[in-house]
């Protein structure tokens, strides 16, 4: 069955966070779709020296963020 989520997926009844590069040739597109999203709380982020996979080109950020952020919320 073929879902497509910024049409199908646009409301949650949990917190949503997204981590985006700016270089991350996806980055509009997340954009576009995040800004759609309902929820209860949602955050976007943005890593300013990543493309693709974050998590590996800014640890200390992403890990700062999931500590600060996302796992108190």
């Known amino acids: 069955h073929h879902i497509n989520f910024v049409k199908q997926a646009t409301e949650f009844k949990i917190p949503v966070y997204y981590m985006i590069g700016e270089h991350d040739y996806t980055a509009q597109l997340i954009e576009e779709y995040f800004n ?4 209860p709380s949602k955050n976007l982020y943005w890593f300013e020296n990543s493309g693709h996979g974050e998590i590996w080109s800014e640890p200390d950020k992403f890990h700062q963020l999931m500590r600060e952020e996302v796992l108190i919320n």
């Open 36 to 39: 759609k999203i309902d929820a």
